[in-house]
């Protein structure tokens, strides 16, 4: 019903930069909240960034000042723009959208999630 497909993961030097972008697609109705989530080898995974449809963001406080999230309503697609990356930046990063769906039956609610990027930041 609904597939996110994330790209612009890669191998980065310390201080360097990487524009992450995530696109849906699918029978959507409507794209409400998405997020970038990270998952670092032996951690859980965690949020990064979030946007609401409206455009209001929150950011986790390791990356508030570094990272920027936007989003293109009329593409149904969400950005990451992460500047002075450092080697704890290096994860797995996923999309997730909050979405509603057309079904056969009217629409339903589906959280969707990509198959993730992966970010190395190693010199």
């Known amino acids: 019903q609904v597939q996110l497909v994330e790209s612009g993961g890669g191998l980065v030097q310390p201080g360097g930069s990487l524009r992450l972008s995530c696109g849906v697609s699918g029978s959507i109705a409507r794209v409400n909240d998405m997020a970038w989530y990270r998952q670092a080898p032996g951690k859980q995974r965690e949020l990064v960034a979030g946007?609401?449809?409206?455009?209001?963001?929150n950011y986790a406080d390791s990356v508030k000042g570094r990272f920027t999230i936007s989003r293109d309503n009329a593409k149904n697609s969400m950005y990451l723009q992460m500047n002075s990356l450092k080697f704890e930046d290096t994860a797995v990063y996923y999309c997730n959208a909050d979405t509603t769906v057309v079904t056969n039956t009217g629409w339903t609610g589906v959280d969707a999630w990509g198959q993730g990027t992966l970010v190395t930041v190693s010199s």
């Open positions: 946007i609401k449809r409206s455009g209001n963001t």
